[in-house]
């Protein structure tokens, strides 16, 4: 099915379609139309990571501690309640792994809320945005998991503490383990898919109180789903380096 370009997606393939040829010949990668390569989730994404760089020189010029800003005040809460969020579900060790939760929430949240724009649209409502999310996560965690244990002690855990339910355990862990990037992904995109739809048709049918109503709604499964995708994120990676927080406690 043919997607109708945006008004950015159509300056890209008018002016830089040689690029994009390019970086996807890196990839070897042939684009269906070599002529325009460019689709909207690519260039709504490049748009979402300007933006995020924008709001945060923004932020960084005007840092203070004695008159901090709406900007700083709004950041410096996120900042808290992530972190809270952090040691809840990770441990008294959250707090280091802070940084990729803090940066999947933000891209991710962008990434949900810039559809609401007239002109523009969520790039997480193409599947192929948030499988890749959900995909560094995967990647992510399996890396602290052998890192924080060791390769031995991380694949020992999928035998669970019982060695004569070793046999059971192992194939429904790995199944466990294989399908939550599938549920990431189909969570995410489901909601923006189905959220930014019901959204157009209503905008498409009146200009009056009801669009807003359910644009305030986008506005809501935006904020909640950035959120789920980053507390899953860390349940997972608390998960994964459990064995090393356990040690530590027991050394204590």
Request: with cysteine; proline share 5%.
């Amino acid at each position: 099915m043919q997607v109708e370009e945006i008004w950015l997606t159509r300056l890209f393939n008018d002016h830089l379609a040689g690029l994009g040829n390019a970086i996807l010949g890196l990839f070897h990668i042939q684009a269906e139309n070599a002529a325009r390569p460019w689709a909207n989730f690519i260039t709504m994404q490049i748009l979402v990571v300007l933006l995020i760089m924008v709001v945060f020189s923004l932020l960084r010029s005007r840092l203070s501690v004695d008159k901090p800003g709406t900007l700083q005040q709004l950041m410096e809460e996120l900042f808290s309640f992530l972190r809270n969020q952090a040691k809840e579900n990770v441990g008294h060790h959250g707090p280091q792994y802070l940084t990729m939760f803090g940066t999947l929430f933000i891209f991710i949240l962008f990434c949900n809320l810039i559809g609401v724009i007239p002109g523009l649209e969520s790039p997480t409502q193409v599947p192929y945005v948030p499988a890749g999310c959900a995909m560094i996560v995967f990647l992510y965690y399996k890396y602290l998991g052998v890192r924080e244990n060791g390769l031995g002690k991380y694949l020992a855990h999928f035998a669970g503490d019982t060695p004569a339910l070793a046999p059971l355990m192992i194939p429904i862990e790995i199944i466990s383990h294989l399908a939550r990037p599938l549920s990431l992904t189909i969570r995410l995109f489901a909601n923006m898919f189905a959220g930014d739809k019901v959204t157009m048709v209503f905008l498409s049918l009146t200009y009056l109180v009801l669009p807003a109503v359910f644009m305030g709604l986008h506005v809501f499964v935006g904020f909640l789903q950035a959120y789920i995708f980053a507390l899953l994120t860390m349940v997972y990676v608390g998960g994964a380096v459990a064995h090393e927080h356990e040690e530590a406690h027991e050394t204590v």
